[in-house]
């Protein structure tokens, strides 16, 4: 019986809020890409994840799939980021284009602006989504078949929604209180659904790589392609191993000096050494496998924090107030008819604004800091509702009520 390796990377920059004070509201209405004192500009940070991260991964990746027939993968790609790489790293979107006209990387649809949209409209929820493979049709020239929720955020109606959207499988954590005894690494089905199918990821294995990975006082440290190999050897019973991670796992989570690259590099060899063991796409698993059993998710689960819930993004009140203060403006933005303000209204929906509002402690709130471009958790709150009042002044500046 094969056995695959279903290697899934998740690529996304936002437009980071630069310092947007109540000063500049009615009267500067570029909320993103002014930097301040020690505060990046995007452009700045999309050079530097591109070059310590996009670019080398890819170039290996490159390598890889020439080396070897079998290997493959699936990514994900916000459509906010390909406008970053379009407009500041045309070299690295052109590598992600040469991985994609192998015909072996197939690309995952999600939400256009990487937003919570499913829980607040899902009429605006679905336009992201339709406008993200319009955007992966223009420029990758593919058009996705399996769907992934922002932050892997899923519950039963996702699958519901995905299934009559004609998609065949959605990707989730493989969350331990909700598959109790069962494993990840088999193809299942959602419960309340006729088609679709559903690929949950190992967090264990792919954390193993994505955070542990240079950890030098982690037991298993250093982990080794062969290590890794064996242990997915070991597993007698699995079908499929799905590794689901970030694309900056490689070279700016994990740097290069850790030996990330070299891993990434030998991964593949390793694995196919054993007859019977390949590398599948989420599409290729779900047409391979049968589900082997119904999943039952009643409440929403993602791939972020402890908790894995939606208190990442959610879980305070200044989180879930500026959150739906910018869902409340959607009927006056969309019948403006000004692009101009429905693009800055959407770029605000993106989950990292509130992410970067999060208060948690501990090992939770250290990582939160670790993404955030913003001192406290209150700075990423006032300079999103000082945006948030000024489009509400655009609003009232062409007359259209709130």
Not at 111 to 129: I, P
Not at 132 to 160: M, S
Not at 320 to 329: N, V
Request: net charge negative; hydrophobic share 35%.
């Amino acid at each position: 019986m094969s056995k695959a390796i279903v290697l899934y990377l998740h690529v996304h920059q936002p437009y980071r809020i630069r310092h947007y004070t109540v000063f500049d509201t009615a009267n500067e209405h570029d909320y993103f890409d002014a930097a301040y004192e020690d505060q990046e500009s995007n452009e700045r940070i999309l050079h530097k994840v591109a070059t310590k991260s996009y670019i080398p991964t890819n170039q290996r990746l490159l390598q890889l799939l020439r080396d070897n027939p079998q290997f493959k993968l699936s990514l994900s790609i916000t459509g906010t980021v390909i406008e970053q790489l379009e407009r500041w790293s045309p070299e690295a979107l052109d590598s992600f284009k040469e991985l994609c006209a192998t015909g072996r990387v197939e690309i995952v649809a999600e939400t256009y602006h990487h937003s919570l949209a499913f829980f607040y409209s899902r009429a605006e929820f679905e336009m992201q989504v339709d406008m993200h493979k319009r955007k992966v049709q223009e420029v990758f020239g593919q058009t996705p078949q399996v769907f992934r929720n922002t932050e892997l955020c899923y519950n039963n109606d996702v699958a519901f929604w995905a299934d009559k959207a004609g998609y065949k499988g959605v990707l989730a954590e493989g969350w331990d209180p909700i598959l109790g005894w069962r494993s990840p690494n088999f193809v299942y089905r959602p419960t309340y659904t006729n088609n679709i199918r559903l690929l949950m990821k190992n967090y264990k294995l792919s954390d193993d790589i994505a955070f542990r990975f240079g950890d030098q006082n982690w037991s298993e440290w250093p982990l080794t392609a062969d290590k890794f190999a064996n242990w997915l050897n070991d597993d007698q019973e699995s079908t499929n191993f799905n590794l689901f991670m970030d694309y900056e796992t490689f070279g700016e989570h994990q740097w290069e000096e850790s030996g990330i690259f070299g891993f990434l590099s030998h991964l593949p060899g390793e694995w196919l050494k054993k007859e019977g063991n390949t590398f599948m796409t989420v599409s290729e698993v779900i047409d391979n496998f049968e589900a082997v059993d119904t999943v039952d998710v009643p409440n929403t689960i993602t791939w972020a924090d402890t908790e894995r819930d939606l208190s990442a993004w959610l879980g305070n009140a200044l989180q879930t107030t500026s959150i739906q203060a910018l869902y409340d403006l959607q009927e006056s933005i969309v019948t403006s008819g000004d692009f101009a303000l429905i693009e800055d209204w959407r770029r605000l929906q993106t989950s990292d604004h509130f992410y970067y509002m999060c208060t948690k402690y501990f090992n939770d709130g250290d990582i939160h800091a670790y993404f955030s471009p913003y001192k406290t958790p209150y700075e990423a709150y006032i300079n999103f509702m000082n945006a948030y009042h000024d489009l509400k002044f655009r609003l009232s500046q062409k007359g259209v009520a709130v």
